[in-house]
Every structure is written in structure tokens, then in C-alpha cells.
């Protein structure tokens, strides 16, 4: 059972995060103050710190907490929608600001992954993450899209399509988790693989690839 902290109204001025903040800047800060910031305020009998904390336990510390779904974060005693929706926000603001400065041309499939894998660990896990790209096959923007699933993701190639055409894309490639842990594609993978294919020429869109993903290993299907 979860021991009950102080308030934050008994916490010495000087020790709440968002005043250390102010006063001496983000970085002297722990994970669980910066969490606490973002969250604002605590629950009953467990002050926003210790309810930071006990976020970051649950999910895995700072690199699991930015990967985790607004339905995860939601779930967990004391974040809210409203707390999730801050650390959602927090989240993609670290994702862009990590990107290089002018958006990276995808020539290879090893670049294609390296731009999808980190943005698909922060996707709900049946996700099909949509990468779009312009004429000369820049990066313009990453959408992930709702797929149904039962043991396998079943990739809305109709969606997929108008959400290319909606970002203005002249190309695209689609990459998605592989809930079996495995990259070995399957026969669906492939069958999905040769609609997005035709689709898109229907559309006069460019298809570069269909990537499965298990963990840090990925694997192109060949239809």
C-alpha cells in the first residue's frame, strides 16, 4: 500500500520544483520534479512529486514515460487527461527537436528506418505509422494511424492514401510493429504490401516500402 506523503503546501518553498525552477533553470531539476511540473498538481494523500515519481517507476523512467500512449499515461493514478496531454506535448517537442535542422532525404531503406523506428516506439502499439515525403523524397511529416488488430495489424490502405494526399505528399512509406515479436513477414504483410503498391500508383503517389518492426530489428516485405 502507497505510504501517504506531505502536502505540498508543507514542502519548504524552496524545495518545490516548480519554484527551483524558477530559480535555478530545468536542468538542476530530477525526473520526478520536471514530472511534476508538467503534471501541476498531486491526489489525495500523494503529493505531485511522489505522484511523479510513481509515473516514472510505473513507466519505465523518462524514455518510457515519453513513449507512453495518452491512453497509458491516462490510466495512471494522478496524471489525468489533462497531465497526459502535457506530457504528450512535452514528448513531441523532444522528438522535433531532436530531428536535424531541414528535413533529411530518405534515398535507403536504413534511413527510412532510422527516421521510423524512435517515432513508431512512441505510437500506440497497433499503430501503422505513415512517413510522407515530397517529390525529391524529403521527410515532410510521420502519421500514425489507427489500425485494428487481432495478433496482426491491419493496415487501412484507403486512410493511408487520403492521409498522404491530405499532407500534400508525393510519396510515402508505411512501417508498423509486428505484435509477434518477429520481423519474418507474413502472407497478410505481403498482400498489404502489393495494395499499397497498386493504390498508390492508382493515386499517381510514389510507394517506397512497407517496413515491419520488432523491437530495434525491422525488415522490408517484398511483395
Not at 73 to 84: E, K, Q, R, S
Not at 95 to 114: D, H, M, Q, V, Y
Not at 155 to 168: K, W
Request: charged share 20%; glycine share 8%.
Amino acid at each position: 500500500m502507497t505510504t501517504p506523503s506531505a502536502r505540498m503546501a508543507d514542502v519548504p518553498t524552496d524545495q518545490r520544483p516548480r519554484e527551483r525552477l524558477f530559480r535555478f533553470g530545468a536542468a538542476p531539476l530530477t525526473d520526478a520534479e520536471l514530472v511534476a511540473v508538467l503534471l501541476g498538481t498531486g491526489r489525495v494523500g500523494r503529493n505531485v512529486i511522489d505522484v511523479a515519481a510513481d509515473v516514472l517507476q510505473a513507466t519505465g523512467g523518462a524514455a518510457g514515460l515519453l513513449a507512453t500512449p495518452t491512453a497509458g499515461l491516462t490510466a495512471l493514478p494522478g496524471v489525468g487527461p489533462v497531465g497526459a496531454c502535457r506530457i504528450q506535448a512535452a514528448a513531441e517537442l523532444a522528438r522535433r527537436a531532436a530531428k536535424p535542422a531541414g528535413a533529411p532525404r530518405i534515398s535507403t531503406r536504413s534511413e527510412l528506418a532510422a527516421v521510423a523506428l524512435p517515432e513508431l516506439r512512441a505510437c500506440d502499439e497497433n499503430a501503422v505509422l505513415v512517413i510522407v515525403l515530397d517529390r525529391r523524397l524529403r521527410l515532410t511529416t510521420m502519421l500514425p494511424v489507427s489500425a485494428n488488430c487481432d495478433g496482426h495489424a491491419v493496415v487501412p490502405v484507403a486512410e493511408i492514401l487520403q492521409r498522404v494526399v491530405e499532407a500534400s505528399g508525393a510519396a510515402f512509406a508505411v512501417a508498423h510493429q509486428h505484435p509477434g515479436g518477429t520481423t519474418r513477414p507474413t502472407d497478410r504483410d505481403r498482400a498489404v504490401t502489393a495494395e499499397l503498391r497498386k493504390a498508390a500508383a492508382d493515386c499517381g503517389l510514389r510507394f517506397l516500402d512497407h517496413l515491419i518492426v520488432a523491437g530495434d530489428a525491422w525488415a522490408a516485405v517484398r511483395a
